[in-house]
Antibody
Framework: QVQLQQWGAGLLKPSETLSLTCAVS????????WTWIRQPPGKGLEWIGE???????KYNPSLKGRLSLSIDTSKNQFSLKLSSVTAADTAVYYC????????WGQGTPVTVSS | QSVLTQPPSASGTPGQRVTISCSGS????????VNWYQHVPGTAPKLLIY???QRPSGVPDRFSGYKSGTSASLAISGLQSEDEADYYC???????????FGGGTKLTVL
């Protein structure tokens, strides 16, 4: 069974950088794209972006300029960095396998507050 | 405001059949396949239906998906208490060049 285990800081101040990492086990890592999705409190799911094993990325235009995705195929991990966070970035962040994920991480709650 | 439109809530009694709708547009559901996810808050979302109607291994055949034009639906028959969760539809969107989601439907088993 594929497992995605994610971690990162859960409390940030405005203007700081959000960093999350997702480790994949139990399945192939190469050959897939890897996705980040978030859910703000009381709202629906929002696609953040994706990266593949060739380091090709696609970003949600609403976050472009602040977002950076990276991948480490040697560790079967991929990461997200979102700079200059504001309260609007408060959400539960999920990592997933595939453009339309078939496997998801457990979610990391992130709060941005001064 | 989510790109795909779902009813915020649905309910049924054990054994009943419930249907959850998902409405989109030509840039998403109209041209791409639909996935459905089951999400119990605090846990990882689970893929229920992919490619409009396909079920991953392990998903009971009580769950079925249907798509027509720019709309899709998820049907759950033989409702069980364990089906109480939030359900989301999703489809790739040509404008976004990524997936878009419905706002979620909270299913209550009475």
């Amino acid at each position: 069974q594929v497992q995605l285990q994610q971690w990162g800081a859960g409390l940030l101040k405005p203007s700081e950088t959000l960093s999350l990492t997702c480790a994949v086990s139990g399945g192939f890592f190469t050959g897939y794209s890897w996705t980040w999705i978030r859910q703000p409190p009381g709202k629906g799911l929002e696609w953040i972006g994706e990266i593949d094993h060739g380091d090709n990325t696609k970003y949600n235009p609403s976050l472009k300029g602040r977002l950076s995705l990276s991948i480490d195929t040697s560790k079967n991990q991929f990461s997200l960095k979102l700079s200059s966070v504001t309260a609007a970035d408060t959400a539960v962040y999920y990592c997933g396998r595939g453009r339309m994920p078939d496997w998801w991480g457990q979610g990391t709650p992130v709060t941005v507050s001064s | 405001q989510s790109v795909l439109t779902q009813p915020p809530s649905a309910s049924g009694t054990p054994g009943q059949r419930v249907t959850i709708s998902c409405s989109g547009s030509n840039s998403n559901i109209g041209t791409n396949t639909v996935n459905w996810y089951q999400h119990v808050p605090g846990t990882a979302p689970k893929l229920l239906i992919y490619s409009n109607y396909q079920r991953p291994s392990g998903v009971p055949d009580r769950f079925s998906g249907y798509k027509s034009g720019t709309s899709a639906s998820l049907a759950i028959s033989g409702l069980q208490s364990e089906d109480e969760a939030d359900y989301y539809c999703a489809a790739l969107d040509a404008t976004l060049n990524g997936p878009v989601f419905g706002g979620g439907t909270k299913l209550t088993v009475l």
